[in-house]
């Protein structure tokens, strides 16, 4: 079986139920999560197993419901089949309160960076939250589509900033804090508003 098709040579692509340019917004959002899912599966096999087992866990879920958004967002027939639901949703707020409670606590904003993995993992960040400005776009575009989408990749950006400092705490490495920031976390401030 031949893995092209030549359909799309002409900038078109096929949703669930019609063509687009592919260069419309819903491509753009469903692309963008695609992007995210290739970097936490680069993290993946950055993280030490016997260290890391409820991160693999969770980013292995991950991985499916982020196919899942994806399914969603490219599925325009009148009456979708949808499959993300408030669930995911709920688990990543669990998720982020647990992990959280694991690294040292935050005074300043920290940089992007500190082991293999935790650099990794803040790129799946950022590119999460250049998706959900995507689907925020869509979304006043008048498109439709499940609104938990956006929901889970606000979530989804918290997570992977709280298991990226968890990766750098287990492997011994300091986050690097950005030297000009003052100190806007009080109270031992657990920073999952940093980058929103």
Do not use: W
């Amino acid at each position: 079986m031949k893995i092209y098709t030549k359909t799309g040579d002409k900038g078109q692509t096929s949703l669930i139920g019609a063509r687009a340019d592919k260069d419309a917004l819903r491509i753009e959002a469903y692309g963008t999560i695609d992007e995210v899912n290739s970097f936490i599966g680069k993290a993946m096999t950055e993280l030490d197993e016997s260290l890391f087992e409820d991160l693999l866990t969770d980013l292995e879920a991950i991985q499916n419901e982020l196919f899942d958004c994806g399914g969603d967002l490219a599925d325009v027939r009148p009456n979708p089949q949808f499959k993300m639901t408030e669930a995911p949703v709920e688990v990543l707020e669990q998720r982020i309160d647990d992990l959280m409670d694991e690294p040292p606590l935050l005074e300043r904003f920290i940089l992007p960076g500190g082991s293999p993995a935790a650099a990794t993992l803040h790129i799946a960040r950022t590119i999460t939250r250049r998706a959900e400005r995507q689907t925020v776009t869509l979304m006043k575009s008048g498109e439709e589509f499940p609104t938990v989408v956006q929901r889970y990749l606000n979530r989804l950006s918290d997570y992977l900033f709280a298991a990226a400092r968890v990766v750098n705490s287990r492997n011994g490495v300091p986050d690097n804090e950005y030297v000009r920031s003052a100190k806007v976390f009080k109270g031992g401030g657990r920073a999952k508003k940093q980058g929103e």
